[in-house]
């Protein structure tokens, strides 16, 4: 499994330069974090609730300096989304039974690898959480490599990779506890040990952060709640949306990799139904208590029926090979592979719109950053609170500017911009500065964005500027690249 690891970190850092990406809202909020984190200056308060495992991750990054942790982090996130659907061929291939045969192995291996690159999200595509370095396919990386150490009977490497893949979806933590009860069962006393340990500390990293930085261990979980607040039905429309993600051929081959293996008695297949099953209803149960059923969070569970998908469809080859009874096996694997190629080439008829999805926000969050660089730090300081008209962009702001990510937050309407002093930067789709009783005074327009300065102090003394009047000599800490959180950051605090 190394040298796979390997394999995924190569391809991710080779996708870098050519395929540039602004990191998710999320991972700018990470980021943030991790700079606090190293400062041991937590506030957990605002913005996108506490990932434990992702901002430990970016600590050591933010040393490096702003561009190089924004490059190190869609490093880490991508090669978790490489590793994915090669963790799911190689599962597959390891749930076949002795002897199965070369073909076999290479069948599940295809089938459950282009099974989950085509994993579909109705809310954020697949390729978009690739691009701008999301931390769910880090999860579901994380959860196969949990069952691939578990099949050789490491329930100690399983239960801290199934740890770690809880410290980004707590979800997961459901299957670290079935494992942990499972092994008492067993009298496993060393294994329900080590379960129960990983259990509790990955309870304590998702609760001490928020208790520390916000006064509040549950801050986070309130935060994620107020997002959701659906109503009961949110818990079977998260079903639905879990079920449409792999494709449907994928379901019947999966559940044949079960039947199989238990008519032979390798219990494997149906261990691992039991984690789907578990991680569909922990996120159903959220969804209908109020917390969002986004199918995102049921990506990992939807990796692990990619996998088994690609062991059904290995198996019905050896079957189809069989001396006896061959015929049918074949033609229930043509049929749905047949299904599967159909719906498989819908969704990547929809690549082209996706690409052009990701480049529309690569090119307005890096407007931001041309205009950042262009009003230098003066107006921070000078206005003391910082509001941005697009709220993507809240996290974007508050890592480039050094600030903690309660100090920037989106205005309702450029009309309806907070009292006291604010800077304000207003993208393209704002539209004009309009506020009766307050005139704001415009700082700088660049990238499609302006800046512009309300009751601040630097206003007077700031005047009209442009990224080309400015060019490289504005005088900022983001042309700077340090990326320290001083200056600003401290006065604001």
Known sequence: MARLLLIALALAAATLPALPAEPAFDAFGWLVRGRELAAFDLATGAGPAWKPLTSFAAAPLTLLGDDAAELGWLLIARAGAIAMPLLAGRLATRLLPAGAGRRAAAV?????????????????????????????????????????????GRWGGAAALLALAGLIRP??????????????????????????????????????????????????????????????GEGLEAIWRGLTMPLWAAWPLAGYAVVAGRRQ????????????????????????????????????????VTALAGAGAGRLDAAARATAGGRAPALAGAALLALGAGQAAARVADAPAQADSIRAYDDRLGGLDRLLATIG???????????????????????????????????????????????????PDAGAIASPARLPTPLATAGGWAAYAIDCATAASSGNRSATAIGAAAPSRLAAGSGSGAGAGGGLR
Request: aromatic share 6%; proline share 7%; hydrophobic share 60%.
């Open 108 to 152: 599940a291996a295809a089938v459950a690898a282009l099974s989950a690159l085509l994993i579909a999200d109705s809310f954020t595509p697949l390729s978009r959480q690739f691009a701008i370095g999301m931390a769910e396919p880090l999860a579901a990386a994380l959860l196969l490599a949990a069952a691939d150490r578990g099949l050789d």
């Open 171 to 232: 979800e997961t933590l459901a299957v670290l506890a079935l494992l942990a009860a499972w092994s008492w069962r067993r009298e496993r006393k060393r294994e329900a040990t080590l379960a129960a340990a990983a259990l509790v500390g990955a309870l304590v990293l998702w609760l001490a952060p928020d208790l520390i930085g916000a006064g509040d261990a549950l801050t986070g979980a309130g935060q994620a709640r107020q997002a959701g607040d659906l109503g009961p």
């Open 265 to 304: 008695g390798d219990p494997r297949p149906a261990a691992l139904a039991v984690a789907v099953a578990v991680a569909f209803a922990v996120v159903a149960a959220m969804a209908a208590a109020g917390y969002p059923g986004l199918p995102r969070f049921l990506l990992p569970a939807a990796a692990l």
């Open 377 to 427: 730090d003066a107006p921070v300081e000078g206005c003391g609170r910082v509001e941005v008209s697009w709220f993507l962009a809240e996290t974007k702001a508050a890592w480039e500017l050094g600030l903690p990510v309660e100090s920037v937050t989106t205005a309702s309407a450029p009309s309806g911009i907070g009292p006291g002093p604010v800077l304000f930067l207003a993208d």
